[in-house]
């Protein structure tokens, strides 16, 4: 009996030093406030590119999935988020962003439209050229607004509906730069956008 109750103390004491309690540690970011595109760290980047290029519109903070829908001359509004890394300030802030020149794809395999986007579209690969502010997007003023008391902003692109070209996709790249209020982080300061023209 004493050999017993020995090995359950023994099994109690062990079990009592696994499951003490673990000291909660806050952390307060104390590091450089940046910006960064919402969908760039949740996406793969394209390895010619070396930054994620998406065929689909992104979804806010999660990656892109195949039920998402395809980018399109016909989309219309396509909102790109911009997440604020670090404390969120009373007053309004900037995010400066460019246009990037050429695109560094020439060609790109183009998802199928998924099930309820209308007009449905095959997959297929398309030859890639670059969109003309204008002519495929409306033009961009190059900054964006990260409202007062908030974490994000938005970029909002107009897509134009320039006919239909067959085969064809058109890129535009976003990059953050440093000419608003607030700094990209280097590394999550791209994307790309194909645009299916069929």
């Not at 980047?45 to 930054?51: E, H, I, R, S």
């Not at 961009?140 to 994000?152: A, E, H, M, V």
């Not at 909002?156 to 509906?161: A, F, M, P």
Request: with cysteine.
């Amino acid at each position: 009996m004493k050999k017993y109750f020995l090995y359950m103390m023994t099994g109690l004491i062990t079990v009592g030093s696994f499951s003490s309690c673990i000291k909660q540690i806050d952390k307060t970011f104390t590091g450089e406030t940046v910006v960064e595109i919402d969908a760039s760290p949740l996406n793969s980047a394209n390895a010619t590119a070396g930054y994620p290029v998406f065929s689909r519109i992104p979804p806010f903070a999660i990656p892109v999935r195949t039920t998402d829908s395809t980018l399109r001359r016909l989309n219309g509004l396509v909102r790109i988020r911009v997440n604020l890394v670090g404390p969120v300030s009373g007053q309004d802030q900037t995010v400066g962003y460019k246009i990037m020149g050429a695109s560094p794809l020439a060609s790109i395999a183009f998802p199928a439209t998924p099930t309820g986007q209308t007009p449905s579209a095959a997959s297929g690969t398309l030859t890639v050229q670059n969109a003309v502010s204008g002519t495929h997007f409306s033009a961009l003023s190059g900054l964006c607004t990260i409202p007062k008391d908030s974490s994000f902003g938005y970029i909002n692109i107009q897509i134009l509906n320039a006919g239909s070209t067959a085969g064809q996709a058109r890129f535009l790249g976003i990059q953050l730069d440093s000419s608003g209020t607030l700094k990209p982080n280097p590394n999550y300061n791209k994307i790309g956008l194909t645009i299916d023209q069929r």
